[in-house]
């Protein structure tokens, strides 16, 4: 479980957070130029991908590949009568099939969270290296100035938070399949929709507490 939610998602989650901080990059750099301050593309790049974006677009990507996985695992256990016959010998299924799917998200999810950030910024200092003319050793240490504790911590928790919720949707959608092929189908596409719920709801709740609270 800990290596289908982490190693094998390696892949996709480097791709998305190395072309989210490009994109990060660019459209910064367009507006700091106005005022000859593209140095500053760091701070950006650093700040959104560690405290908010590196977590949000891991949990996305976790949520449409884990989330709906462990949806049509649970779906098809459920049309086969294994959890029936799990809870027949007195196994109980949150015991058995969802607390390590949810333990195998809340430790692999704050690890692809910290890969996604590194990716990221070194996807804005490629940009700021080849358009912008600003050294590597510059970007560096003007990350390092930005980059604070607090960023970091907040980054990670809300990566705890949103695996906690792409583990419950994927694992609740997967126990109420219903008993036929299609009912399958429909508990992964639902478990994708409401992880994504959850997770954009939550990342709204905890980024407006965090504010209120100074962090």
């Known amino acids: 479980l800990l290596q289908e939610a982490g190693p094998r998602a390696l892949p996709i989650v480097s791709l998305i957070s190395f072309l989210v901080g490009l994109i990060f990059a660019y459209m910064g750099a367009a507006q700091l130029a106005l005022f000859g301050a593209e140095i500053y593309i760091a701070n950006l790049v650093g700040v959104g991908m560690v405290r908010e974006v590196g977590a949000l677009m891991t949990a996305i990507i976790i949520a449409g590949r884990t989330g709906a996985a462990y949806a049509a695992e649970i779906g098809t256990m459920q049309v086969n009568e294994e959890i029936d016959a799990l809870r027949t010998l ?3 299924p949150i015991e058995f099939l969802v607390l390590p799917r949810l333990l195998a998200l809340v430790i692999m999810m704050p690890l692809l969270t910290l890969y996604a950030d590194l990716v990221g910024i070194l996807a804005g200092m490629t940009v700021a290296i080849s358009v912008f003319d600003i050294s590597a050793f510059e970007y560096y240490v003007q990350t390092v100035r930005i980059m604070d504790m607090r960023h970091l911590i907040v980054g990670l928790s809300k990566a705890f938070i949103y695996g906690i919720c792409i583990a419950i949707a994927g694992c609740m959608r997967g126990i109420q399949c219903g008993r036929s092929a299609s009912a399958v189908g429909q508990a992964t596409t639902s478990a994708v929709v409401t ?4 997770i954009v709801v ?8 965090y504010q209120k609270m100074g962090i």
């Open 202 to 209: 939550t990342a709204s709740v905890l980024t407006i507490l």
């Open 90 to 92: 007195g196994i109980s």
């Open 195 to 198: 992880s994504i719920v959850f």
